[in-house]
């Protein structure tokens, strides 16, 4: 009979970027060998299941499947991406801290995957995570910072593992990204791509963004792709920047992949964004509105990041003209610490093979 997993994260919300770690550990789980039946818990369980084949899925809110699948898990899961961190809501923390407590009660294995974790602004939420996190089996973390906040709050028993996003083990799908590109007219056309997003309170900031990523695209002669990350959200911010085309993976990681692979820059707040160009080996221009963006470039040896706090149309503009003429350079650097951090990305699914064999 084969073993049962069952992972728990921000699935089936329609984020090309959770969508693309969880299909980088389903690739993960592949190359290290990992043969197990995989139900992922969703808000949206027939697109889940649509979209990442080979998987089960749930609805993340219904209590009786939720006790039976994690009663008859031989590991649960939680990961990756930026689960713990109250900045958006301390709710969620304490679901999937929830779902963590449920497979403890029930003495299955559990596991941190990959995650980004924090910011944690509060010390009740501190307490709490610290406690429940304590007690897991394994902790793979995708980044130092992540490492030294979980040592801060008290988690002391599992070895905390330094890893990297899953996203960086997704294969491109080169094929259907090109016939996206020839579908809006610009096969063989130099692009810039562009994955901003809303951020409260920081609207004129981003306005001031999209001027200078218009202006620079205009004076280098290069079409600027739009491609949002989170289409119902990110649309409209994108669509702002004129003469370009809008670039829509339907919320297939692997295609919104192909995409900014066939880019000679991207430009972008969007976490998985840079991620998915660090892996194709594409250069890229963080604007930092988060410390994971920042934490991110850091790792990859990015030295040019623009703070959203501090934006002006003029600095994005020569930002991008100075990345874009030196992109060539950047791009072996790039490619040489994708390749080491997809390294460290497979030891993630190697240690949670460990678990269950």
């Known amino acids: 009979m084969p073993k049962s997993i069952v992972i728990s994260g921000y699935y089936g919300f329609g984020n090309t970027g959770d969508e693309a770690v969880l299909a980088g550990m389903l690739t993960t789980f592949r190359e290290v060998g990992l043969d197990a039946r995989v139900t992922v818990l969703s808000a949206d369980p027939a697109q889940t299941i649509a979209q990442h ?24 899961i939680s990961g990756g991406g930026s689960l713990f961190q109250d900045v958006t809501s301390a709710r969620s923390v304490r679901y999937y801290l929830f779902i963590l407590q449920m497979a403890q009660f029930f003495r299955r294995k559990t596991m941190i995957y990959a995650q980004g974790v924090g910011p944690l602004n509060t010390d009740s939420m501190r307490r709490a995570v610290g406690k429940t996190l304590d007690r897991v089996n394994v902790i793979t973390v995708r980044d130092a910072d992540s490492k030294r906040l979980l040592q801060e709050i008290g988690v002391k028993r599992p070895q905390i593992h330094l890893s ?7 294969n491109a799908d080169i094929g259907e990204a090109e016939r996206i590109i020839a579908q809006q007219g610009s ?87 840079l991620i998915l160009a660090a892996s194709e080996c594409v250069p890229f221009l963080p604007i930092s509105y988060d410390p994971k ?26 930002a991008v003209m100075q990345v874009w003429n030196e992109r ?25 093979k460990a678990l269950i064999v």
């Open 53 to 76: 084949a080979g998987v089960e899925s749930v609805h993340r809110y219904r209590i009786l499947d939720l006790i039976r699948i994690i009663r008859g898990a031989d590991l649960v």
């Open 164 to 170: 990297a996003d899953p996203a960086l083990v997704l």
């Open 187 to 273: 096969s063989g056309a130099e692009m810039i791509g562009v994955s901003l997003r809303p951020w409260p309170g920081y609207e004129n900031q981003i306005a001031e963004a999209v001027e200078g990523i218009d202006e620079a695209c205009r004076e280098l002669g290069v079409k600027p792709a739009l491609i949002p990350m989170q289409e119902s959200e990110d649309c409209g911010v994108c669509e702002a920047i004129c003469g370009g085309i809008v670039l829509k993976g339907g919320g297939r990681p692997e295609v919104v992949k192909g995409l900014i692979s066939k880019c000679g820059l991207i430009v972008g707040m969007r976490l998985h964004a």
């Open 293 to 318: 963006v920042s934490s991110f470039a850091s790792v990859v040896g990015c030295d040019k990041q623009i703070d959203i706090g501090a934006v002006t149309s003029q600095e994005v503009k020569n």
């Open 328 to 352: 060539a350079a950047l791009s072996g650097s790039v490619a040489q610490r994708a390749s080491e951090l997809r390294i460290l990305a497979l030891n993630s699914g190697e240690l949670a």
